[in-house]
Structures are given as structure tokens and as C-alpha cells.
């Protein structure tokens, strides 16, 4: 951490937030007020089934791009003191020494390394092995599967990278030229011991690859290093400014939604809705995600699912069309919020969600469909959906919501309908933050916390205040929703019967 400078000059953090179908950046005073934001979306491919790449270098342009929109004019290149990162977890991009992709990144929700898997099985260990050392479970979209997926389908390009990074250390490196990942990410790549804050000997030797060709592991909050000049160049920047190693995107918004004691609880949406628990020590025994938090000294829970938000994308994308274009999710709302959906017996169950004791289905279904529904019925219903599985998931914690609620975080907190209906649904009061991008506040935490604007993250979280709105559960909405819920639950468990491989 670098020394509190206490001198009149006026400073400023970046928070930015690299996530799956594109990056958010956010410039904040010291005094955490956010003097402007800027988007790049950006595409996923899937040329396959189970496939799902991008581009790395998409990544650094909407970096670049958004960096200087929110920078020009407004603030003087040196006033920015310190970066830090939000970013998506568990995507590989095989890179040379200058830091050149020499593939498309295979994405987190890419699911092509099912021979791996079975490889790992039969070669290292069950699948709890990968559960105690990394606190994920053993995937076939995250990196050490996907490194091996690389060695057996496209060795020359596997015996040519210099270095096997994920999102965080491949934006380090083309910012210092340092590649590190800090600790909330490294479990979900599968090559670290999260315990011992160190890479597993066990899991490299069945990857075949050296700790060499693996990123730094730093802590959030720590310091990586100086932008370089060729950084501070094309992002309009000096060399002064630093960049502080982030989190998870979870993690960044668990920190910016001030989920900074052990006890707190919130669900983050997005392309993935996420819920997060907060503790003082790692639980292996509940199955869930474990990862070193973004505050020290605190571990986080978590459950996902998946494709959330992904589910109305795809609808207004394929179903919800408006001549060449979308619906706005505007008027999608306004129209969801006239009609129901599972209170006529319409249900949504969606991709990549929990069905019983089957998961991880990259199927979806709609249930109950009548000739009297149409496209925004559907909406409604995978509204719902994701609201049901997202109550559902919630049993699993030992860290129960308080009764003075959730806090709802992302895009869906942007949607008065679909926080109305979570609220109703779980029957808890949902705080919904006015600054909806809660990542982009919670990286600009750690790059104050890095270059000594605050002590810790207490003060980083109480410096930005950012309010909230709080929608309170409909009793009556709660009571019908109660029944529907188990009915939920009851399909759920047949369609994991009929999805069985």
C-alpha cells in the first residue's frame, strides 16, 4: 500500500468493471462521487454447442475507450491516482511474452473440456479434491480444464504460450507489465490452493504447465505496479498512476454494496446472478463457492446461476423483437408488470439453473405455456424464474437474509418490476443501491485502499455512501408466490430427471 499523501491536490480513483458482455468504467473523486461512467459492450461467440469464446483484445479497446471518455475534459491525465479492476473469473487466454493472445479467450460458461474432466477423475482425484484445495467445484469452463483442453486439441499453440492468463492478470500485464491475479480470482481458475494462498504442485503437474507460465498471486488492495508508458499513452494517463490488484466481480460488488462484516448478504445480477455471504473463515462443508474476499481478513460464499440475466437477453435478442430491433427493457417492464405469468401456471426454469440434485444444465424450459401467451408473458416468466431459483439457492447458506433484508445489486436493481418481484418472492424488504454499477465502486475502494486515499475498506465503503432505495414484499403477492415457489421446486426436480446425461 502506498502512504497516505495528505497534500490539497485533488485525486481520483478508476473503478472498472470487465465483465462478460462488456466493461464499465467509473471515475470517482476522492470523496467517492462518481464524475462520470462510461460502457463498451462487446460479443460472445458460440460457434459450437457448450463453445463460448471472445476476444481479449476486446477487452483492452473498451478499456481504452471507456478510460478516455470519462477522463477527457474533465480531469487532468495526472489527477488520476490508482485503477483497480472488477472482472469476470475463470476465463483462460493463452497469450505470448508481449502479452499477444494467440487465440480467442475461452470464456467462464464455455463447457467443451468434458473429456478433461473425466480425466482429472480418473487421473488425480474425485471431485471433492478440487472442491478442499481451489473452494470451486471441478468445472469444465474453468481454466485448469481449459489449459488442458488446449494441450490435447491444439498443442503447437499450447507449447507457444508464454503465459496462461485469465481476464485480471491479462489486464495487468498490457497495464505494468506485470501479470498478477489477486486471490478472489485465483480459486476459480483451479490451479491454486486458495487455503494456502499458493499454487497446487498436484494440479500444474496434471495441466503440464510450470508456475512460471501462471500469473503473480497478490491480494486486493496491493499494488501491482506503475502504468507503463505505453499504458499511460494509449489510456490518456501519466506513468504516475498505479494500478491496484481488484476482485471478482462478486467480490467487488459484495465490497461496494458495504458487504464488509461477516454476516452480510446479497445477490449481485448480471449476465450471472450470484448470491454472496460474507464470513470470517471459509466454509468446505456446505459446498458452495469459497473464495478469499476483497476485504482482509473475510472469506465469501457463494452460489450461481449462471445465465440470470443472460435469460431475458436471449429473449429480447431471439423472441422479444421490435422490427430490426429490441424492446427496450422499458417498455418490457411496463408490459411484464400488467400480466402474470406463474399465477397462471407459466414457468420458466433457466439455463445453467438447479434442478434438484442435478445442475449445471445448459438447457432451459418454458412450462404451462398457453395460446393466450405472448412475449411478455415470457418476460414475466423468466423474471420469476430467476427469482424463484435465486430464493431457492438461498436455503443452501448457513448465513440467512436478516429481516431487514437483501440487497439487490447490477442490472436487475435497475428494474423496479423484477426487484418487486424478488421481493415478493423471498418476502424481505430488497435494498436496491442508487448507483446500480456497485463493481465499479467497490474496485475504486481498492485503488484508494492501494494508494493510501483510505485506511481500509471500512473507510473506502463510508467515503462513497452510496444510497439506496428499499422495496418492500407485497404480503399479498408473498402469500401467492409461496405455493408457486414449491411448484417451482416440484418441476424443477422432474426436469433434472429428464436432463440427466
Not at 458460440?46 to 463460448?52: A, R
Not at 436487475?412 to 418481484?421: D, E, H
Request: overall charge negative; aromatic content about 8%.
Amino acid at each position: 500500500m502506498i502512504k497516505k499523501d495528505n497534500s490539497m491536490k485533488k485525486r481520483y480513483t478508476l473503478g472498472i468493471d470487465v465483465g462478460t458482455t462488456g466493461t464499465k468504467t467509473y471515475l470517482f473523486s476522492e470523496d467517492g462521487v462518481a464524475v462520470a461512467h462510461a460502457y463498451q459492450g462487446y460479443a460472445l461467440s458460440n460457434t459450437q454447442v457448450g463453445y463460448s469464446e471472445q476476444s481479449a483484445d476486446d477487452w483492452w479497446t473498451a478499456i481504452v475507450k471507456t478510460v478516455r471518455e470519462v477522463c477527457d475534459g474533465r480531469v487532468a491525465p495526472d489527477d488520476v491516482a490508482a485503477i483497480s479492476l472488477s472482472t469476470q473469473g475463470g476465463t483462460l487466454v493463452p497469450v505470448d511474452k508481449d502479452c499477444k493472445p494467440l487465440r480467442p479467450a475461452i470464456v467462464w460458461n464455455d463447457a467443451r473440456a468434458t473429456e478433461e474432466r473425466d480425466a482429472y477423475l480418473q487421473q488425480v482425484g474425485d471431485a471433492d479434491s478440487m472442491y478442499q484445495k481451489t473452494g470451486w467445484a471441478l468445472s469444465a469452463g474453468l481454466l485448469l480444464l481449459e489449459i488442458c483442453w488446449l494441450r490435447n486439441h491444439e498443442p503447437e499453440l499450447f507449447a507457444k504460450t508464454d503465459y496462461f492468463l485469465s481476464v485480471p492478470d491479462f489486464v495487468s500485464m498490457k497495464m505494468t507489465g506485470v501479470a498478477a491475479v489477486d486471490l478472489s480470482n485465483a480459486g476459480i481458475n483451479q490451479t491454486t490452493n486458495v487455503r494456502h494462498e499458493a499454487y497446487d504442485e498436484e494440479l500444474l503437474r496434471f495441466a503440464g504447465v510450470p508456475e512460471e507460465k501462471l500469473p503473480k498471486l497478490v491480494h486486493s488492495g496491493e499494488v501491482i505496479g506503475h502504468l507503463t508508458e505505453q499504458a499511460a499513452k494509449e489510456l490518456g494517463l501519466t506513468t504516475n498512476a498505479v494500478l491496484v490488484a481488484g476482485a471478482h466481480d462478486q467480490y467487488a460488488v459484495a465490497l461496494g454494496a458495504g458487504a464488509i462484516r461477516a454476516g452480510d448478504l446479497l445477490i449481485g445480477s448480471g449476465t450471472c446472478w450470484v448470491v454472496t455471504s460474507i464470513g470470517k473463515e471459509p466454509d468446505f462443508s456446505c459446498g458452495l463457492s469459497q473464495s478469499v474476499s476483497a476485504v482482509e481478513g473475510l472469506w465469501g460464499s457463494l452460489l450461481s446461476l449462471s445465465s440470470g440475466g443472460l435469460c431475458l437477453e436471449w429473449l429480447r435478442n431471439n423472441i422479444a423483437t421490435c422490427g430490426d430491433g429490441t424492446i427496450d427493457f422499458r417498455t418490457l417492464d411496463a408490459e411484464a408488470e400488467k400480466i402474470g405469468a406463474a399465477k397462471d401456471g407459466l414457468f420458466f426454469f433457466p439455463f445453467s439453473g438447479t434442478y434438484g440434485d442435478q445442475k449445471f444444465f445448459n438447457k432451459a424450459t418454458f412450462t404451462g405455456i398457453d395460446l393466450s401467451h405472448n412475449r411478455f408473458h415470457l418476460a414475466r416468466a423468466i423474471m420469476e424464474g430467476v427469482a424463484f431459483s435465486v430464493t431457492w439457492m438461498t436455503e443452501s447458506f448457513k448465513t440467512k437474509p436478516s429481516k431487514d433484508g437483501i440487497t439487490l445489486a447490477g442490472g436487475a436493481s435497475k428494474s423496479k418490476l423484477w426487484s418487486q418481484i424478488v421481493a415478493d418472492i423471498t418476502g424481505l424488504p430488497v435494498k436496491t443501491p442508487a448507483l446500480a454499477d456497485l463493481a465499479c465502486v467497490g474496485a475504486a475502494i481498492l485503488a484508494g485502499i492501494g494508494c493510501g486515499m483510505y485506511e481500509n475498506a471500512e473507510e473506502g465503503y463510508h467515503r462513497f455512501a452510496v444510497k439506496e432505495t428499499t422495496v418492500y414484499p407485497n404480503p399479498e403477492a408473498h402469500s401467492m408466490y409461496a405455493p408457486m415457489l414449491e411448484e417451482y421446486k416440484k418441476q424443477a426436480k422432474s426436469l433434472g430427471q429428464m436432463y440427466r446425461p
